[in-house]
């Protein structure tokens, strides 16, 4: 897929998860984004059908616009045969005051340069703890060995107005 394809098809999966995830003001869930980008390595076995056995490991930079940052280390499987693959990743990431989110990241298709997946918030310290059970959309596209990704996490109003005063007594 040449880059111009790449970053087309990138905006698409974008454009398609805000469509099909619209929600009103009146709703209990809503959602907040992130963004984060990072270096990625992947090693493994190369199997004799052509499938192929990985370890991934990325390290991250992520920012959201509740206003929090932080260093991300992800690592997982990546299972790759002719015409498919999955990948299960568990990451860490240590924010701007040193509290902890643990985040369980799957995704399942035929083409990991670029694509969509579903993560969820299953640990945290601190006031991260509020976002425990927190479900995300993401889309990530690679280039060589970097990674750009875009989330949408949908949570509880009443969770988001806690962790956003929670967050702000640490500015």
Not at 154 to 168: F, G, Q, S, V
Request: hydrophobic share 35%; net charge positive; proline share 1%.
């Amino acid at each position: 897929m040449n880059s111009m394809l790449l970053k087309i098809f990138y905006l698409l999966i974008l454009y398609l998860i805000n469509l099909n995830n619209l929600k009103s003001e009146n709703n209990t869930r809503i959602f907040y984004k992130e963004e984060s980008s990072g270096k990625v390595t992947i090693d493994g076995f190369n199997l004799p059908s052509g499938a192929t056995y990985n370890l991934f490991k990325g390290t991250y930079q992520f920012k959201n616009e509740l206003g929090n940052y932080g260093e991300v280390e992800c690592k997982g499987l990546v299972d790759k045969n002719i015409n498919n693959f999955s990948l299960s990743i568990l990451c860490e990431a240590i924010d701007k005051n040193d509290f902890k989110i643990y985040n369980l990241l799957e995704r399942k298709g035929n083409d990991m340069s670029a694509g969509v997946g579903k993560s969820i918030v299953i640990e945290g310290t601190g006031y991260n703890k509020l976002l425990i059970g927190t479900e995300c959309t993401y889309a990530t596209v690679y280039v060589g060995k970097t990674s750009w990704t875009d989330s949408k996490c949908y949570i509880d109003k009443a969770k988001l107005e806690a962790y956003k005063k929670a967050l702000e007594k640490y500015k």
